[in-house]
């Protein structure tokens, strides 16, 4: 059997420092890794999800310096020394976040491979904007598909998390736990 | 009463109330683990090769250089896996990689293992394969008209995979006695799942011969016996695992190539094998909605009632068989569940064309011709000069009626939910009233929850559960079920909770995993809450009994007067005379032994006798009704659907916000296709995807989303666990037509094809505006020999089930 040489010499691995969910981590990854496959196959943090690894579906939204990026269109290189925030990140200690909560209450994660995205990117929206109108949580997630829930329950998981943020006792409305009378 | 369907029966504590899901803090931390989150050691990665060409004999593939490729372990071929699989036995025409020929692009023909998917990929561009074109079937006239090349070959003739004909009772007398007789073609186009979830497995070979694979699959079970019968080797050493499913609408019910593949690959390196598949080849796998183009001729009278329908389907299978026999029945069988239909012709073709196989999506060939149906009840009751709201009232379908083709139906508020929406959005003040460009369209529909048969025949329990009760207190739910969003698990411990008096959370729930779960066939069908519900009811209730008689000997008190809330087991006549659950099973295991029951369920048998009488029957029936406001732009053709009204008879919600979720769900995923979601290929005869992406594969996003005012309505089903009906794929059906019949209501056009985009809005409006029909459809229905119909008297015909066997005789020959 003939040999065949690989048609590029693997590149050295690349080694950066930089801040996950709090903590100062060191990796190092194939240098034409993007963010996502960092996370997931370098540091073991799986529950940022891919849908397309394109820049389509917003599944793989992440936080880096706070702001929601979708991790496949990163290159891992490009996090140097970036603080970037993932769902296992998100509740505090034993707490769940405020949306990660009304997420579970109202039904709003069903197959729950896109709510990673959701959820980072909702959180993004609430802290900028207190009392976001459900034309502005639909702006906001516009980047974001689910397949599941025809997004209603989404968006009420926003509203209530936010009212709850705000300080206000908000429970679900009757009509999104039992439908209209 | 109606509508607080959850807080129908108070004395329940755990049905109707709005439990969390028992996964959903999992899924929300990023704990849950789908299949492509696992690893092992040693794992390689697996990549596949698939057809650039869509219809070719292979003449040769020269693996050489990609065996050669540093890193590569394995590159398997089709003689590596001879034996032939599908998902129904009458259709087992694929290979897990092609043998002698491609029938599509992106058919599967080599696959490499190599150290990491780089590699692998890289690997795929080292393999030879030479190609001899065969003339491509595009469409289905082209199937019709082309017998040679055959796709396949086997099914009727030529490119025609399947042809069926029945009649319940006569539609010519029907029609005879119709006062006017109208036929409508109408096309729905084929769409696809679009699960976030890209598909992924991962197979592991033990050194004592057991496979085991990991895989996002809504068909555990029947993935269990395809791997078996492809790999030759015993279902008992075999383990299928179904990991949380990232979304799944129908397209994970087939064994698809890539779960066959790694098994193999795994047991040939003895190494774990994962794949995970690019969002391309997810398109490739396909098994979406079928293409289906339709003739519906009904024959009514000036009231509205419907005295015959003769309704006709063709159609587009793609390249394999698949569920593509079942999705045949299902585009007529349930047409008559809706409204009274005294007499009812189907005839219905599938084809072969060289495209990405068809199969079940979201109400399995159901919306297609619920959409012929419900677009043509508008221009009946518009014809009749009747309000197409009152019409439907009055032709719906009443509880335990039994349909012209023998099917059985149980509880059925059709008429309710046709109030509540009628009343809900106004209907009386808008219909025929709104502004030019405003409209309101109302349509409806009913679905099955589960089938009487699985796919193969056999009379075990289409489901199981098993429980263990143990001196921790804790309930070990075992079932064969696979979560894939619906809440599935979650209905496993709401059931058990209630008969046992304990809170759901004190459950663990064990899915989808052959090895530990007793079978259930499969998330599929809707049958899921309402088969593994039933099985699980039973087996809790058996573990009651269990502690019932254990508790009433220590208490001293008649086990009848026991009750189980609360997490305590106390005489109701003095509660507090009691114990807690924990005491009870404490009681139970010394008295007893260690604690174990089962339950399972098996559909009742249906009235029909005839062959093919099993397809169409189920235990019961939802329905729903719908109507949907838009605003459609003049000038430019779009269409914005405002909002949804949409009633839906569970029977008794188990978890209400769960219902919610799925209607709301349901109402998303039929605007979708109603205005943009399009399985489109290329013309010239290359049969190439066009759209094979997020991106160009249009989908509602939250800015096209309508919102949605979700009523839940009916009476407990006493076939139903706990009466709680389905709500999966039902509430989908009327979205389409409600919103076409709203795009009448705006503009005065008629779009009768799938999907209602901008261009043919504007066509129609412009060919109006001419003085020309307002329409935009199809105007012609092909025509091919069919077979003598199957005739079966209706049981106002005084008719047994059975066939007229003279003509089933004939049919054969």
Known sequence: MKTVKKSKTKLEKAHISLRVNGESVEVAFAPHKTLLEVLREDM???????????????????????QPVLSCLVLGLAVEGREVATIEGMADGTSLHPLQQTFAELGAAQCGYCTPGFLLTAKVLIEKDAKPTREEIKEALAGNICRCTGYIKIYEAVELAAARMRGEQAEPAEESIYGRQ | ??????????????????????????????????????????????????????????????????????????????????????????????????????????????????????????????????????????????????????IHEYG?????????????????????????????????????????????????????????LWSSTQDMHYLHRHLAQVLQIPTNKIRVIATPCGGGFGGKCDPFNHEIVVSKLAMILRRPVKICLTREEVFYCHRGRHPVLMATKTGFKKDG?????????????????GHGVASTFYTGILQTTTYQLPNYKFEAVRVFTNKAPCGPKRGHGTPQPRWAQEIQMDRIAEQCGLDPADMRWQQAVLPGHVTANW??????????????????????KKFRKLPYGKGIGIACSAYMCGTQTPIYWNKMPQSGVQLKLDRSGMVTIFCGSAEIGQGSDSILAYCVAEVLG?????????????????????????????????????????????????????????????????????????????????????????????????????????????????????????????????DVNPETGIVTVERMWIAHDIGQAINPVLVIGQVEGDVYMGLGEALMEDMAYRGNRNVVMKNPSFLEYKSPTTMEMCDVV????????????????????????????????????????????????????????????????????????????????????????????????????????
């Open chain 1, 44 to 66: 073991g943090l799986t529950g940022t999800k891919h849908g397309c690894e394109l820049g389509e579906c917003g599944c793989c939204a992440v936080l880096v310096d706070g």
């Open chain 2, 1 to 150: 009463m109606a509508g607080s369907n959850g807080s129908k029966r108070k004395s329940l504590k755990v049905i109707g109330k709005p439990f969390h899901k028992v996964d959903v803090k999992a899924k929300c931390t990023g704990e849950a683990l789908y299949a492509d989150d696992l690893t092992l050691p040693r794992m390689l990665h697996c990549k596949l090769l698939r057809s650039s060409v869509p219809h070719a004999r292979i003449v040769k593939i020269d693996t050489s250089r990609a065996e050669a490729y540093p890193g590569v372990k394995y590159v398997l071929v089709g003689k590596d896996l001879p034996t032939s699989f599908g998902a129904l036995p009458v259709s087992e025409d694929e290979h897990a990689l092609c043998i002698e020929k491609v029938r599509f692009v992106g058919d599967p023909v080599a696959a490499v293992a190599a150290i990491d998917e780089d590699t692998a990929t890289e690997a795929l561009d080292l393999i030879d394969v030479e190609y001899e074109p065969l003339p491509t079937i595009t469409s289905m006239q082209e199937a019709y008209d082309v017998s040679d090349p055959r």
């Open chain 2, 156 to 212: 009727e003739d030529g490119n025609i995979h399947r042809k069926q004909v029945y009649e319940f009772g006569s539609v010519e007398a029907g029609f005879a006695a119709a006062d006017y007789v109208r036929e409508d073609i109408t096309f729905y186009e084929g769409s696809t799942h679009l699960a976030l979830e890209q598909h992924a497995s991962l197979a592991h070979y033990s050194h004592d011969n057991k496979l085991t």
């Open chain 2, 305 to 321: 009632s419907i005295t015959a329908m003769h309704h006709r389907t063709i159609l587009d299978g793609g390249a394999y068989g």
């Open chain 2, 407 to 428: 099917i059985k139906i149980g509880t059925f508020a059709l008429r309710e939910a046709i109030e509540k929406v009628v009343e809900g959005s106004g209907w009386k």
């Open chain 2, 502 to 630: 304990i809170d759901p959370f004190d459950t663990k729930v064990v899915t989808g995993d052959t090895d530990l779960t007793p079978v259930d066939i499969g998330s599929y069908s809707s049958r899921v809450t309402l088969m593994t519900g039933n099985a699980a009811i039973q087996a809790a209730e058996r573990a009651r009994e269990f502690l019932r008689q254990a508790v009433a000997e220590k208490l001293q008190v008649p086990g009848e007067r026991l009750v189980f809330a609360d997490r305590r087991v106390f005489d109701s006549e003095n509660p507090e005379k009691g114990m807690t659950f924990i005491e009870a099973v404490w009681l139970a295991e010394s008295k007893f032994g260690t604690l174990g029951t089962v339950g399972s369920y098996t559909p009742p048998a249906a009235p029909g006798k005839f062959k093919g009488a099993t397809i169409g029957p189920s235990p019961a029936f939802s329905c729903t009704a719908a109507i949907a406001e838009v």
């Open chain 2, 710 to 813: 979700t009523y839940l309505v009916g009476e407990p089903e006493p076939n139903a666990p706990f009466g709680a009906k389905e709500a999966g794929q039902g509430p989908q059906l009327p979205v389409p037509p409600a919103i076409a019949n709203a795009i009448y209501d705006a503009v005065g056009v008629r779009i009768d094809e799938i999907p209602i985009t901008p261009d043919k809005v504007l066509k129609a409006i412009k060919l109006k505006a001419k003085g020309l029909e307002g329409r935009v459809g199809p105007t012609v229905f092909p025509t091919c020999p069919m077979p003598e119909a199957v005739i079966v008297p209706t049981p106002y015909d005084g008719g047994d089930g059975k066939a007229l066997e003279d003509k089933a005789a004939l049919t054969k020959k």
